[in-house]
């Protein structure tokens, strides 16, 4: 990181009626970060009809509320661009739940201060010993997860790709693009991956379960695990595209090269077709709509790369307007 100046560091956390639990995690927040920052803390109320916003603001954090709920992956985009909006050059994502301890943020954020990282991610499995205690089915689900993230990204071999306590430096934050609603979590590590950012994972403990209240995220688990898993497929088959309908495409046309050799190895020995004649049909239609999925896995793939180039461009537009409010002052490199 540059030294040159005073680094700024951001906390940010989107809350739904956690008055119970949000004063104590601003309070807890250390200033002693392992090298010379200035603290903030921004809280995006998603639309609570209790104390939250009075507490953190009490608290010396920084509210943006919601008029009424807009989802977790909204809340995290509008914390995100208040926090740049305060000048960031670390951000730090966490729960006002009272599951991660603020005062593991030092250890969080130091592979970016040893510019060994863009973006780091706790992990809650990496070792025994810190695996939290939470019921054996979501273990198993987060464990699924981080196996269709990892191979979403084909870069990355994560322990916990669902834990949301995060850091970001400002060459990430610039970067992040979310097209999910329901949560963030999984989308940016992939969208991140494929855009060539330096990804870590920090084994830190954590609390498996809530003490008050219950996840709006996660509350129910079938239904978390359906819409997640479409977040994480959709990401794929927009970061990726060329090997996600490659391999739709190539799978149906080898199940119709298969029925075309059945039919083929029936001829062989008995000159005739007429029992096989179904997997003949079968067959071309198979191999025929392969081809077109794989002709749609080109065509995907060049939107990809139009997509990838005005998605670079945003992130110039982010970045000079950031540089904007900062002309007389010192930047971190990009």
């Not at 978390?224 to 495409?249: E, H, K, Q």
């Amino acid at each position: 990181m540059d030294d040159r100046r005073k680094l700024k560091l951001v906390v940010m956390m989107s809350a739904l009626n956690e008055e119970k639990t949000i004063g104590h995690v601003i309070g807890d927040i250390p200033r002693d970060m392992g090298a010379p920052m200035d603290v903030a803390v921004v809280v995006v109320d998603d639309g609570s009809d209790d104390a939250t916003s009075k507490i953190a603001a009490d608290k010396g954090a920084i509210v943006v509320q919601h008029a009424r709920r807009m989802g977790l992956a909204r809340s995290f985009a509008d914390c995100l661009e208040r926090a740049l909006e305060e000048d960031a050059d670390i951000i730090v994502n966490m729960d006002a739940d009272g599951q991660f301890d603020p005062r593991d943020i030092p250890a969080l954020i130091r592979p970016i201060l040893e510019d060994n990282a863009d973006f780091v991610t706790a992990t809650r499995f990496a070792t025994k010993d810190m695996v939290p205690e939470m019921p054996w089915i979501k273990k198993w689900g987060n464990r699924q997860m981080c196996r269709l993230v990892n191979f979403a990204t084909g870069t990355t071999a994560l322990t916990d790709a669902s834990c949301g306590f995060r850091a970001y430096n400002l060459k990430a934050a610039l970067h992040v693009h979310l097209s999910g609603h329901l949560t963030h979590v999984q989308e940016t590590v992939i969208d991140l991956a494929n855009k060539g950012l330096r990804i870590t994972e920090v084994p830190l403990r954590i609390r498996g379960v809530r003490e008050h209240g219950a996840s709006r995220v996660a509350a129910f688990l079938p239904r978390y695990a359906l819409r997640a898993g479409g977040i994480v497929l959709r990401t794929f088959c927009r970061t990726r595209p060329l090997l996600f309908f490659g391999i739709i495409g190539g799978t149906i046309m080898a199940l119709g090269i298969a029925q075309g050799l059945v039919v083929f190895g029936n001829w062989l020995l008995t000159r005739q077709t007429s029992r096989v004649s179904s997997l003949l049909i079968t067959g071309s239609m198979f191999i025929t709509v392969g081809f077109l999925v794989l002709v749609l896995a080109f065509v995907a793939d060049m939107l990809d790369r139009i997509t990838d180039v005005s998605e670079r461009l945003l992130f110039y537009i982010k970045l000079d307007r950031y540089q904007r409010r900062h002309r007389d002052s010192d930047l971190p490199e990009l």
